[in-house]
């Protein structure tokens, strides 16, 4: 879907609390974060439960989205990957509930507008190689690190390392 | 400079993703929050981690559908009272003012105050009274230290405020702070710091019992 489409859907949400638009991001999304959930670590009961979760948010502040800003792809993965983080901290530490940390080092009012859209991340994300999304996939988003990747790809520890900063520096050449 | 600008890649990009440890969460929020340049890498960066989620393999949820998801949340409880707080951003969230710290003094001119982000992690700052040197050493794991007040040079450079300067083991240096303000910096240090010269076997010493103690607390 492409995210003008995702975009109006939201604003219907944010500003007439339209439950069909809702059910189409519902149908869109769930299983997109469920599935990023499952594979960044959650178990299918964690899942489905921060799954809902974020989807309940996305319901109730709908209205705060600003297309200026973000794509709605990024929106609702920085919810996702918030509420993701919570959970991982709450499960070490029962007193976390005090203070709401993740929001205070997310939150802050970021006025780069960047005027690409999803589609232009979606396409730069196909431009790399199956090798290379393996390797961001098993860094950036399980969190493994490049010795363990190393000896999971059975691949030289200095390697690891290397591609996966010629990676980063070639994305941020689209900058 | 260019291997360090590689380190600040991974860190922005493993932040975006939200992979990153609440400590160095902590060090990229504070050095997003004083470099606006790199807050629209940090916006590029979230928009590629965003578009993945386009590439996963529908994993449809069993247990609720979007009727459970339409329910009002309760209004959030209001913020905590405004705090009076001198330092901006998100180290605001650890700390009211450089001037209340409790600081420890570790040598003359070097004080330096550790405090817990999570149970596990734990960020320091460093306060360097004008022109000290600290004695070369070098890192077992990697160093950030990023400057949030004054500045200091070492023999690869001047680090002004919102700098980020990342060690290791093949960098070896010897900081000595701006002979006019000093620095006070943010550091997170992945393991103890490794001295050399003549004062080394003492100072090693010092600092392995630290980091016992430290550990065993």
């Given amino acids: ?175 | 400079m260019e291997k360090s600008s590689n380190l600040k890649n991974e860190l922005i990009f493993s932040y975006a993703a939200g992979t990153a440890s609440i400590n160095k969460s902590l060090l990229a929020a504070t050095y997003l929050f004083l470099n606006s340049n790199e807050r629209k890498v940090f916006s590029f960066f979230e928009g590629i981690c965003g578009s993945t989620l386009n590439n996963y393999q529908k994993i449809k949820p069993k247990k609720f559908t979007a009727e459970d998801c339409m329910i009002e949340n309760k209004p959030s409880q209001s913020k905590s009272e405004i705090k009076n707080i001198d330092i901006n951003g998100p180290l605001g969230n650890f700390i009211d003012s450089y001037n209340k710290i409790n600081w420890k003094k570790i040598f003359k001119g070097f004080d330096e105050y550790e405090f817990s982000v999570s149970p596990s992690e734990k960020a320091k700052l460093i306060k360097l009274a004008p022109n000290t040197r600290i004695p070369l050493h070098s890192h077992q794991g990697q160093e950030y230290v990023l400057v949030l007040e004054g500045s200091f040079k070492d023999e690869f450079g001047t680090y002004k405020k919102g700098d980020l300067q990342i060690n290791d083991l093949r960098i070896k240096h010897t900081p000595v702070s701006c002979p006019i303000n000093g620095c006070i910096c943010l550091s997170i240090v992945e393991n103890d710091l490794i001295f050399y010269g003549p004062f080394a076997p003492i100072l090693n010493i010092i600092t392995f019992l630290k980091s016992f103690f430290s550990f065993n607390k």
């Fill in chain 1, 1 to 175: 879907m492409e995210n003008k489409e995702l975009s109006n859907l939201l604003s219907k949400i944010g500003n007439q609390k339209d439950r069909l638009a809702f059910k189409s991001i519902f149908e869109y999304f769930a299983p997109r974060i469920n599935a990023y959930l499952i594979k960044t670590g959650s178990n299918k009961d964690l899942a489905e439960d921060l799954t809902q979760e974020v989807m309940t948010v996305i319901w109730n502040k709908a209205d705060l989205y600003n297309s200026m800003k973000s794509n709605v792809s990024t929106w609702i993965f920085t919810i996702a990957r918030n509420k993701r983080i919570d959970s991982l901290r709450k499960k070490k530490d029962p007193k976390y509930n005090e203070i709401d940390l993740i929001s205070s080092l997310y939150d802050q009012e970021n006025e780069e507008k960047l005027s690409e859209d999803n589609n232009f991340f979606h396409k730069l994300s196909q431009k790399l190689n199956e090798n290379d999304k393996i390797l961001i996939n098993m860094n950036f988003f399980e969190g493994k690190t490049h010795k363990i990747i190393s000896e999971t790809l059975e691949i030289p520890l200095g390697t690891v390392k290397s591609r996966i900063r010629k990676i980063l520096s070639k994305l941020r050449e689209n900058i």
